[in-house]
C-alpha cells in the first residue's frame, strides 16, 4: 500500500495535516481505547493501490488438460501484483481450474458463500448437503458455502470454478451457517442451457441489450437475478462475424473462453486473443469488447461481482460507441 506524496509546505506554514502519521490516544484509559488510531481528511482517502491487472490465463488450463494432471486445484491467482494478503484473480472472486483423476474423489470446503462450477470436460458426481448430482461437461452448478465430494467418472474430470472467498477473507468472514444460507445447490444441465439460448435467439433485441447471453439464477436469487448475492454469471455468445459494442462497468469480470474460432477480446486497448478456456480477465471500469471473426457462434461464461454493484447501485454500465 502506497500514499500519494504531499507537497512541502511553504517556510513559516502550518503543516500540511496530510503528512501526520496515524495519531494515538495520548493517555488511554483502557485496551479498547489503546486500539483507536486517528487520522484526517488530509490522508484518509489518499490511499493508492495497485490495480486490478489484465490477464489471460492460458497455461493454467494447459495444465488441467494435460495428461497426468493430478487431483487439485491450479489457481489463477494476482494476489500478488495486487497486494491481496489471501490468494484472489479480483479483489473479490477467485477463479481455478479444478482436476479430478478418473475414479478418484476431490473434497472441498471453500470458506465462501457459494462457488459457480463448469464442467470442462469428463463426468461424475457431486455430493454436498445431504444431495446428489449427476453433471457431465457443459453443464454448470453452483454450491453454497459447504463441504462437498466431486467423484469422477471412468474418465478424469476437469472443472472451472469461482467463488467469492476473497469477498469474506477481506472481512474474516465465515460462510453462513444453515439457517442464514442465501443459495442451495442448483444444477444447469447443459441441454438445458442449449434450449434457453435457443429460446433467446428466437426473441429480438433492443438498442439497450448488451448482448445475447442467459443469465444463470435460482429461486432464492430471483429478485435480483444474480446467482450468488454477489456475484453473477451469464454465458454469453456471440454470433459468427460479430462484435459486441464496446463497453465498461464497474464490476470486475472474469471469463472463461467456452467455444470460439478466430476470437478476440479488446480490454483496456490491448487484444487478447482467445484459445480454448482459456480465462481473461476485465478489470474494473476496463473499456472492452469481444468480437467473433470466425463463422460459428462463440460461447464464453462470464463471472462478475456485479451483484455488489448492483446492491450499492454503482454498476455504472455504459455504451462506448
Known amino acids: 500500500m502506497s500514499r500519494i506524496a504531499p507537497p512541502p509546505s511553504p517556510a ?3 503543516p500540511d495535516m496530510a503528512d501526520l502519521p496515524a495519531q494515538l490516544p495520548a493517555a488511554p484509559a483502557s485496551p479498547a481505547e489503546a486500539r483507536a488510531r486517528y ?3 488530509g490522508n484518509a482517502f489518499n490511499i493508492k493501490l495497485p490495480p486490478v491487472p489484465s490477464a489471460l490465463f492460458t497455461a493454467e488450463p494447459a495444465r488441467a488438460l494435460a495428461e497426468g494432471a493430478t487431483t487439485g486445484f491450479i489457481p489463477c491467482d494476482q494476489s500478488q501484483a495486487m ?3 489471501f490468494p484472489a484473480t479480483t479483489p473479490l472472486m477467485l477463479a481455478r481450474y479444478a482436476v479430478v483423476e478418473a475414479g478418484a474423489s476431490f473434497t472441498v470446503d471453500l470458506r465462501a458463500t457459494g462457488s459457480i462450477w463448469y464442467v470442462i ?6 455430493d454436498a448437503a445431504r444431495e446428489h448430482l449427476a453433471v457431465a461437461d457443459g453443464d454448470v452448478f453452483l454450491l453454497p458455502g459447504v463441504p462437498a465430494r466431486i467423484t469422477a467418472g471412468a474418465e478424469r474430470m476437469v472443472l472451472w470454478v469461482v467463488s467469492n472467498e476473497p469477498q469474506l477473507a477481506l472481512d474474516g468472514a465465515l460462510p453462513p451457517d ?3 444460507r442465501p443459495v442451495g445447490i442448483v444444477h444447469y444441465p447443459a441441454a438445458e442451457i442449449a434450449r434457453q439460448i435457443d429460446i433467446i435467439y428466437d426473441h429480438s433485441q433492443n438498442g439497450q441489450t448488451s448482448g445475447i ?3 444463470f439464477s435460482s429461486e432464492p436469487q430471483a429478485a435480483a437475478r444474480n446467482i450468488l448475492p454477489s456475484l453473477t454469471l451469464s454465458l454469453n455468445t456471440l454470433p459468427g462475424g460479430e462484435s459486441q459494442r464496446a463497453h465498461r462497468h464497474n464490476s ?3 471469463t472463461l473462453v467456452v467455444k470460439g474460432d478466430d476470437c478476440h477480446s479488446m480490454v483496456d486497448g490491448t487484444r487478447c486473443p482467445w484459445s480454448p478456456w482459456a480465462t481473461l480477465v476485465t478489470p474494473p471500469g476496463a473499456p472492452h469488447s469481444h468480437h467473433n471473426g470466425g463463422a460459428s457462434r462463440a460461447l464464453f461464461l462470464i463471472v462478475q461481482d456485479g451483484g ?3 446492491h450499492a447501485r454503482t454498476m455504472g454500465f455504459s455504451f462506448l460507441e
Open 12 to 14: 513559516g506554514a502550518k
Open 39 to 41: 487520522f484526517n481528511s
Open 83 to 85: 497486494a491481496c494478503a
Open 121 to 126: 470436460a469428463g463426468a461424475g458426481q457431486v
Open 178 to 180: 444453515d439457517a442464514r
Open 213 to 215: 447471453a442467459l443469465i
Open 252 to 254: 470486475a469480470a472474469i
Open 308 to 310: 455488489l454493484h448492483y
